[in-house]
Nanobody, 116 residues
């Protein structure tokens, strides 16, 4: 069973930065793609940014160049560097991985709170 464990969330002031990590229990190069999603209180879960095994990236409009996704295949960790955080970025951030066989894996999430 593949496990994804997020870390790095916390409380930060508006304009600050955080780096989230997603550690996988298996080699991440075996995934077709990995992504970060988020879910704010009372809202649906939404895609933040995705990276394919080939390195292609696509991000939501609200990212506006503030967030950078990366992956370290040697450590089996995916990162999300978040800069210029805004109160609207407050949410639980989830790690996602898609296998080539169509299986979707999720972590349990890490809470990011941005104060005004």
């Amino acid at each position: 069973q593949v496990q994804l464990v997020e870390s790095g969330g916390g409380l930060v002031q508006a304009g600050g930065s955080l780096r989230l990590s997603c550690a996988a229990s298996t080699a991440i190069f075996t995934f077709k793609a990995m992504a970060w999603y988020r879910q704010a209180p009372g809202k649906q879960r939404e895609l933040v940014v995705k990276i394919t095994n080939g390195g292609s990236r696509n991000s939501a409009d609200f990212v506006k160049g503030r967030f950078i996704i990366s992956r370290d295949n040697a450590k089996d960790i995916m990162y999300l560097q978040m800069n210029a955080l805004e109160p609207e970025d407050t949410a639980v951030y989830y790690c996602n991985a898609d296998s080539y066989s169509g299986v979707h894996y999720w972590g349990k999430g890490t809470l990011v709170t941005v104060s005004a």
